[in-house]
Nanobody, 124 residues
Framework: EVQLVESGGGLVQAGGSLRLSCAASGLTFDDFAIGWYRQAPGKGREGVSCISSGGATTYYTDSMKGRVTISSDNAKNTAYLQVASLKPGDTAVYYC?????????????????WGKGTLVTVSA
């Protein structure tokens, strides 16, 4: 059974940073691109960042470029999203997804699997 499990969310003050993790099991991690998405209260899901299979290339949505860094550790079957300079508007459930390819705007093309998300709350 394929599982993606996000962790690292929590309550943080504005200006702080977090590192989110996405641990994958039941799949050949190297074969998949991994994307991070978020969904703020009352809003739709938006792509944040994507890392290609094998970790060679990264993509970011324009609105968060410069504040987020995506990485992966293939030995640990885990992808990470570092978010800096957090703002209250970053409050959202953050999800990871595994799929075929990354788009240039930081989303996954051909999403195959999703995690259940981790909540990030940023206080003013």
């Amino acid at each position: 059974e394929v599982q993606l499990v996000e962790s690292g969310g929590g309550l943080v003050q504005a200006g702080g940073s977090l590192r989110l993790s996405c641990a994958a099991s039941g799949l050949t991690f190297d074969d998949f691109a991994i994307g991070w998405y978020r969904q703020a209260p009352g809003k739709g899901r938006e792509g944040v960042s994507c890392i290609s299979s094998g970790g060679a290339t990264t993509y970011y949505t324009d609105s968060m470029k410069g504040r987020v860094t995506i990485s992966s550790d293939n030995a640990k079957n885990t992808a990470y999203l570092q978010v800096a300079s957090l703002k209250p508007g970053d409050t959202a459930v953050y999800y990871c997804a595994a799929g075929e390819f990354c788009s240039a705007t930081g989303t996954i093309l051909g999403e195959d699997y999703w995690g259940k998300g981790t909540l990030v709350t940023v206080s003013a």
